[in-house]
């Protein structure tokens, strides 16, 4: 199964993957990102690599 990882030392909590994915990613009032699950669904793939695609610091990776 896929899951998704995040290089938090790259990230910048910028929000653009919570845009796309509110519901697997979410950033608290401090700015800091949350996974809400790493599980890469049939559901949510396609927004998941969206996500990955659109990430400015390429910090998001899906792994099998």
Do not use: K, W
């Not at 608290?28 to 695609?53: A, G, I, M």
Request: a negative charge; hydrophobic letters at 35%; glycine letters at 4%.
């Amino acid at each position: 199964m896929s899951r998704i990882e995040v290089d938090f030392g790259l990230c910048e909590s910028n929000g653009v993957c919570m845009g796309i994915i509110p519901e697997v990613f979410d950033l608290d009032d401090e700015d800091y990102l949350h996974v809400l699950t790493d599980e890469v669904t049939p559901d949510n793939e396609q927004q998941v690599r969206e996500s990955v695609r659109q990430c400015p610091r390429q910090a998001i990776a899906i792994v099998e």
